[in-house]
């Protein structure tokens, strides 16, 4: 079995009301059935004219109780709760859950790839996004594709950021080997693959962060595409089964209680 | 710019002993510089011979008192702490760093794919496997290639596992973007993307898990070769600069004075 990555080349920089289904079929040399289209949440946020400015932001006393602690512009933490529906730590960064329940940093805002001095926000409902532009290309191309909306996030234990699923089109998040069986016979206890996550951080190998970047890259050889309606919600951990956001809240209380 | 993963097939089910490189150099069809060799953690145990009964284990009181709480086997209880330098989290899971440095569940002791009534720990020293059947894999076939010993992870926030890299040989654990410019000339802040993770990840789409399962991978397309000597751990992030294990050990020490 193999597995091919290939960089759609020559996409131009993004502004806002573009076409990205079209843009891509223009610039993809071909798209064939069982394709997975990984597209980078920024182009998706230039499309939908999701860049704003900080000093267009008035910031809230919490904004400026929280940027008083992160040393950060209280603006710009303004911008991160805008986005947020709980703060997990507040510093030295801000790790919050964000409208769509994407647990990140920041809230996903972004200054890189925007352009003078804008900062640039995920789009709100990814999965709508990954739909509409799926079912555009599928409409140009005749071919029954998946699409994975893709950003950029750190992780805990380990420095480094990996690329991560956000949105996604006709692929599940979660690739089940429960019940099957092993290499000798033994059926498989639990092993959920989260296959979305990691094409998106093969994706990302191909597509850069400099200047070179490539914000759309085709997969080709995997048999994961489904009709059936997915969410990248399905893959979110219950806030009462992770304990790692329990003991992260613990945390904050405790910085709070003793900064009163 | 395109990658290609291709799966090494026939590998054989690996015993005691067995010479790992030249199981490979055997059944890849061909090998390039700068190709990156991804082996699954399972094979390079079962050639150590890192293959275990539990009950062959007698537990210690900790390990009863942990086996209390979280209803596991006392004596597997025993061959995680055996393999741990710190226990982050007791129940429902055990979450600990391994001797290597490596933060996983169980220690990443495992009983898939083993055989009969078997548990497998992982490699003590992953990088120094990954040195020596990189260095013998280069020796026989003459070309500069890298390896990535991976092993599968849960993480936080999200249901599902990743593949992710555990032992390396010739590759660094993070591409630097530090300083690079994005593509509009701004110098991008701070972009450290953690390449090795993502690799593991892309080659676990093309192993599997189940009985169809392939351990090795062969990576090409990338440009990451290096013949520094390099190591896994350079990624593994400073405890003290840890919030989320911060938290943890929170969570714990409130639980053990509950318990009391």
């Not at 990140?104 to 200054?111: E, K, L, Q, R």
């Not at 979660?174 to 996550?197: C, F, N, P, T």
């Not at 806030?239 to 956001?245: N, P, R, S």
Request: glycine letters at 8%; proline letters at 3%.
């Amino acid at each position: 079995m193999s597995l091919v990555l290939k960089a759609v080349e020559n996409i131009p920089l993004i502004q806002k009301d573009d076409d990205i289904a079209d843009i891509i079929c223009k610039n993809a040399s071909d798209i064939a059935d069982k394709d997975i289209i990984v597209i980078a949440s920024t182009i998706v946020s230039k499309s939908l004219g999701l860049t704003f400015r900080e000093a267009d932001i008035i910031p809230s006393a919490e904004a400026e109780r929280i940027a008083a602690s992160n040393g950060k512009d209280p603006r710009f933490v303004q911008a991160i709760l805008d986005e947020s529906i709980e703060v997990f730590t507040e510093t030295p960064f801000m790790l919050v859950r964000n409208k769509n329940g994407h647990v990140c940093i920041n809230a996903g805002i972004d200054s890189s790839n925007v352009g003078g001095d804008l900062l640039l926000k995920l789009p709100e409902k990814p999965d709508n996004y990954a739909e509409s532009i799926g079912k555009s290309i599928e409409q140009k191309t005749g071919k029954k594709i998946s699409v994975i909306i893709t950003d950029t996030n750190g992780r805990s234990f380990k420095d480094g950021q990996t690329n991560v699923a956000i949105g996604l089109y006709n692929i599940k998040p979660i690739r089940q080997w429960i019940g099957e069986e092993d290499l000798y016979g033994k059926v498989l206890e639990i092993s959920e693959e989260a296959v979305v996550d990691e094409i998106a951080g093969a994706a990302n190998l191909v597509m850069g962060e400099g200047g070179d970047g490539v914000p759309v890259v085709i997969v080709r050889g995997l048999d994961f595409y489904t009709n059936e309606k997915v969410s990248i919600k399905e893959m979110y951990r219950d806030q009462e089964k992770d304990l790692v956001l329990q003991g992260l809240l613990k945390l904050k209380e405790k910085k709070i209680k003793n900064d009163e």
